[in-house]
Each structure stands twice: as C-alpha cells, then as structure tokens.
C-alpha cells in the first residue's frame, strides 16, 4: 500500500469512528445538537478563510451540509427550516470569493436570473392573509441552491484526492444519522408498521427525505467498492451498505431506494465501458457481490416487516390487493401544475403560489413534490427555459469531456428526486453540482508529462 492511500484510509477510519459515536451522542443527548451543529459551521467557515479554499475546502463544507441536512433536521438541530440550503449557498459563496467561477457560467446566470420574475409575479397574486416571504423562501432556495452550485462547479478543475474528500464529506453525516436512528428503533418488531411511509423506522421524520439521502449513501458507499482498492476498507463499507440499506428500505418510502438503485446502475455503465481487458474481471466479481448484497438486504428487510415491505414495492396494500394509484397522489398534484401553466403560459402563477393555487382547486394545502411541473406552474415560459439550461448544459458538458465517473449517477439522482420529492433539501441541488466538476487525475497527469519529457 502506497503512503497516500495508507493516509486517505486511516482519515476515513478516524472520520467513521467520530461519526458513529457522534449519532450515539446525539440519541444520548439530543440538546446538544444545535451546539455541534455550530461548532462544525464555525470550524468548516475558518478552514476556508485560512486556507483561502486552496483545496476546495468549501465545497467540503457545503457536502457536509447537505448530507447532514435532514439528520440536523430530525434532532432539531438547525435554526429555521431552511438552514441547510442557506448554509450551502453562504458556503460556496465564500469559497468563489477565493477561487472565482469559470467565465463559461453564463448559463448558470441566466438560470438564476430567470428565476426572480416569478417573485414579481406571486407578489401580485398572493392572498391578502399569505405568508409570502416563507412562501417564496422555501420555493426559491432549492433553485438558487442548484443555481449557485452549478456556479462554483462548473469547468472547476478538482484533484480526484480532492474529490473522494467531497463525497467522503457528503457521506459520513449519513453515517451519523443511521447511527442514530439504530438506537432510536434498534427493532421492526415491536412496531407498528405503516405501509405508506413508516414513521417508525424513521424515528418519528419524514420517510421520503430519510429514504432520499439513505440512496444517497448506499450509492456512495457501493460505488467506494469501485473505486477504493483496498479489502479492509471495503469490508468496511459492505457493512456500511448493509446497515444503510436496511435502514433505507424499511421507510417504506420507495422513491428514495430506487433513485439509489438507479445511480449505482448509471455509475457502473460508464465506469464498466471506461475499464480496460485487465480489470474487467474484477470489477465483475465486484458486480456479483453487490448484487449479493443487495439481494441478501432485501430477504432480510422482507423478514423484519413480514412481507410487508414487498407489498409496498409492488404497489399493494397490507392485504394484498393492488392499489390504483402508484404515485400516492402526486399525479393529481402534477395535474394542477400543468393545468396552472395551460392557463398562465407566459408570467406563471408566481413563486410559491403553488400551494394556494392547490388549496382554491383541490381543497388541500401541500407543498409541490415535482420540480419540473413546479417550474412550469410558477414560472411559465420561463420555467421552460430554466429546465432547458439545466438538462442541456450538462450534457454538452459530458459529452465534450466525459472524465467524471459519476456524472451520470448524480444527474439521475438530481433528476429522479426532483420528480418525486422536489428541492425540499439542500442534496439534489447540490449534487447537480458535482456533475459538473472537472476531475484532474495527477498520476496520469504526471505520467504524462514524463513521457512528453523523455520524448
């Protein structure tokens, strides 16, 4: 084992053992987590001014931020609802300060741009008795998250070192939340089991954003067996995956779970086309045993919930009987969007609009949970090209360099939550983010240089 990979493995033991014993912490001691949360803000924030964020440190720190968003939330760490979202943009606004954007950011730009008329809008159409301010607060972070990650992101060239640091960051506040919620219901069975998202398992938090970031994390600790080449580490993480991926399915929040399963396949499409004859048969056998795994997490979460969670994935009620809507809903509320657009094509409804727009056709007050026809509903024409610059520019983007493993996994994962949990957290607008980063290998860099050089 070389020095560098000895180091990088002892860093992820040391950042594991801290995190495990962190989510104990917080089960033993739940007031304490406004006072870590601060302390871990304040450290990450004179990191990146004394090192003026040579290392990428704020995107580090923005990592950390949205892999801990819904476990700050859940122990009622955060100080307001969006602190997360806000956390990330001050973040990543202090690491530009230092490093700048890349002059080919005009899209982006325009991207945010477009997003403001839509407040003028919803100012105009807003109930007398509306909350506008959260309204359009809580509508508008997500996208501007998205928009000012693209902005630190896109063509930034990152060393892969680097790189591993930012996903090792956006997965060990994971880590910390799974621990948690072991204690918290360290059993499925002395709990009633709700198959329409399971409370239970959750510790008493929403099943759809658990589900989400567990995906996450499942996601990135499979692929680690990729590209980590190292057996006690990846024994490690196999039992991570495990552990993860237990929690995750019994939410019985299935969009979350699948749009995980979706990235590990999207990661290994490319990364299997980018292997060369000798490392086929290793990343196969690799293949298999995730497979292995990922069969052995279904029996055994199967068991713990008495067939249960098979009815849920399958679209049927406890007693078997197919149910008629597999959206739980959300297709009425993507009907009311598309119809708030056929009426308003051009200005929109207005930002945040949305959930007074439902309540008046509807009769039910609930928040959008698909971006896209959000966009639509409340931006009109405009919508349509914010959606435009967000799908084509990564793609162009891809295609031109293609030296981004996991370009195809973070865009589905983006895609995928946006379609069934909109932006309610900081993770999918922040991993659109990633995709667009400029991975730097050094040792093929230095390799060669050499070669140019003894030419």
Wanted: net charge positive.
């Amino acid at each position: 084992m070389s020095k560098e990979n000895y180091i990088n493995n002892q860093f992820y033991i040391r950042m594991l053992l801290i995190h495990l014993g962190y989510g104990f912490l917080i089960f033993l001691f739940p007031a304490l987590s406004k006072i870590i949360l601060l302390l871990i803000m304040a450290s990450f924030l004179f990191v990146i001014l004394d090192r003026k964020n040579k290392g990428n440190e704020a995107l580090m720190a923005a990592a950390y931020i949205s892999g801990g968003e819904v476990f700050f939330r859940q122990t009622g760490a955060l100080f307001f609802w969006e602190t997360g979202k806000y956390a990330v943009i001050i973040f990543l606004l202090v690491g530009m300060f230092f490093k700048g954007a890349s002059s080919k950011t005009v899209p982006y730009w325009l991207y945010l741009l477009i997003l403001f008329p839509g407040v003028l809008i919803a100012s105009f159409n807003f109930s007398y008795d509306a909350e506008v301010r959260k309204l359009i607060a809580f509508n508008l972070a997500g996208p501007v998250c998205l928009g000012i990650s693209a902005l630190y992101c896109y063509y930034k060239k990152i060393k892969r070192e680097d790189f591993q640091r930012v996903l090792l960051m956006l997965l060990m506040p994971l880590v910390a939340q799974m621990t948690y919620l072991y204690f918290y219901t360290p059993s499925m069975e002395e709990v009633r089991i709700s198959l329409s998202g399971n409370y239970a398992a959750t510790g008493g938090f929403g099943p759809n954003q658990i589900a989400t970031v567990f995906g996450m994390g499942c996601f990135l600790l499979a692929t680690r067996l990729f590209t980590i080449k190292d057996k006690l580490i990846n024994l490690i993480d196999i039992a991570l995956l495990i552990l993860m991926g237990y929690r995750g399915i019994i939410t019985f929040s299935r969009g979350g779970i699948i749009t995980g399963i979706a990235c590990i396949v999207a990661f290994l499409i490319f990364f299997y086309y980018k292997q060369d004859s000798k490392r086929i048969e290793g990343t196969n056998l690799r293949i298999v045993v995730l497979i292995g795994i990922s069969t052995a997490i279904w029996i055994f979460s199967s068991l713990e919930t008495r067939g249960l969670i098979g009815n849920r994935y399958s679209n049927r009620d406890a007693a078997g009987q197919l149910k008629e809507d597999i959206t739980t809903g959300r297709t009425e509320l993507i009907t009311t969007e598309l119809t708030a657009f056929y009426k308003h094509p051009i200005t929109g409804i207005g930002v945040g609009k949305g959930i007074e727009y439902r309540e008046e056709n509807l009769g039910i007050k609930i928040a959008s949970h698909n971006e896209i026809s959000r966009l639509l509903a409340e931006h009109g024409v405009l919508g349509i090209f914010a959606l435009s610059i967000l799908i084509f520019v990564p793609l162009i983007f891809w295609f031109k360099f293609q030296n981004n493993y996991y370009f195809l996994a973070f865009v589905t994962f983006w895609f995928l939550t946006i379609n069934h949990s909109a932006m309610r957290i900081a993770m999918p607008a922040f991993v659109y983010g990633l995709a667009l980063l400029y991975i730097v290998d050094e040792k093929k860099n230095t390799v060669h240089r050499k070669r140019l050089t003894g030419q």
